[in-house]
């Protein structure tokens, strides 16, 4: 039978497995930037024979791990195959080798994958490769699930901007600060819990100098990230005169080589000099003034938004500064209750220029 390439309706059983696939891929998430997080599993006689996931940038892509999982403990079962791959397999040789070569060399007879590369260099490459072979290729199994995990990547790869995630903490009267003299938290520890791991899935962390002045944050990885292999993120502030309290944590801790202060520099400046970094995602923890300018310039793609049920009554607006031309609206939102706290999670949809 003549190998196929079928983008049609998916059989239930390839999405029962790019599904394991994609939990590979999320033990990934945060920690193999510049790369995309990727996962892969091999089937063979109807069960998972190897699985694996890229884990960082240099090491063993996923289909690579999934391979020598596989030879470790079923190496028989291994040729003939199906491998599933949530992104489709590299066919170009980087700082590892091609992931085309070491599935031929495996044996493996059909692959399937869910999302294309969104390198325009590489997507669909290796489908000719694998067919020239006669080794079967379904692409597009569970697609947007397998796109979504990549959102980061593709946004950075393709126009060498970091995908951002705005992140506040408000009262129900929308301030992200509270009385003189009273506590400095709005949120209850579950959701600052929450919004801290949220620094797991990025490379830098921005923020205002008024809000190191304020606040003195730490902006580290905590709340059981430690042990992850996850590097610092970067702490980036933005200041409009570079004065800064040298005491800050920011400037004493053991990370304080993890900081960079970005004076005289708006934020589309600032994301533009991360990219050149191979910074892929970053993180807008406040203050207002730098998230009213980042949705100002449609800067944002996704939202973590934490209510907590408090009024005010004044202190800066969780969105400050100039006020926004035109709503916006979130898709996908998800909300989730935290306590008596709670979460709302959406993708902005930005209104039409016109």
């Not at 990025?202 to 905590?222: H, M, S, Y």
Request: proline share 8%; charged share 25%; glycine share 10%.
């Amino acid at each position: 039978m003549p190998p196929s390439h079928d983008k049609q309706e998916n059989s239930a059983l390839d999405q029962r497995w790019m599904h394991q696939a994609l939990d590979q891929a999320q033990r990934g998430v945060g920690l193999t930037s510049p790369n995309p997080p990727v996962g892969a599993v091999i089937v063979a006689q109807g069960k998972i024979i190897g699985q694996g996931y890229h884990h960082k940038a240099g090491g063993p892509h996923a289909e690579v791990e999934a391979i020598r999982d596989a030879q470790q403990f079923n190496p028989k079962l291994l040729p003939g195959a199906t491998i599933y791959v949530t992104l489709e397999p590299c066919s170009t040789h980087g700082r590892t080798p091609p992931c085309t070569e070491a599935v031929k060399a495996a044996g493996i007879k059909r692959v399937v994958y869910g999302a294309p590369d969104p390198n325009p260099a590489h997507a669909g490459r290796c489908d000719g490769i694998f067919l020239r072979e006669r080794i079967e290729v379904t692409a597009g199994v569970l697609e947007a699930e397998c796109r979504a995990l990549i959102r980061p990547f593709a946004k950075w790869i393709t126009t060498g901007i970091p995908y951002v995630i705005a992140k506040a903490g408000q009262s129900l009267d929308g301030r992200i600060t509270r009385p003189a003299g009273e506590s400095q938290w709005i949120t209850n520890e579950a959701a600052r819990a929450h919004g801290r791991r949220l620094r797991m899935r990025v490379d830098a962390i921005i923020v205002g100098a008024e809000t190191v002045r304020k606040d003195n944050p730490q902006l580290t990885l905590r709340d059981g990230s430690s042990g992850s292999g996850k590097e610092q993120p970067w702490r980036v502030v933005l200041t409009r005169s570079g004065e800064m309290p040298p005491e800050s944590h920011l400037f004493t801790d053991e990370f304080k080589d993890r900081t960079l202060v970005m004076p005289g520099k708006d934020l589309p400046q600032v994301l533009a000099e991360l990219g050149q970094r191979g910074v892929v995602s970053v993180l807008i923890e406040g203050g207002g003034i730098i998230l009213g300018q980042a949705f100002r310039e449609r800067l944002v793609d996704e939202v973590y938004w934490y209510l907590a049920p408090r009024f005010c009554g004044g202190g800066r607006p969780s969105i400050a500064g100039t006020a926004l031309p035109q709503s916006i609206e979130l898709k996908d939102v998800e909300v989730r209750p935290m306590g008596d706290n709670v979460l709302v999670h959406g993708i902005p949809v930005w209104p039409d220029a016109a």
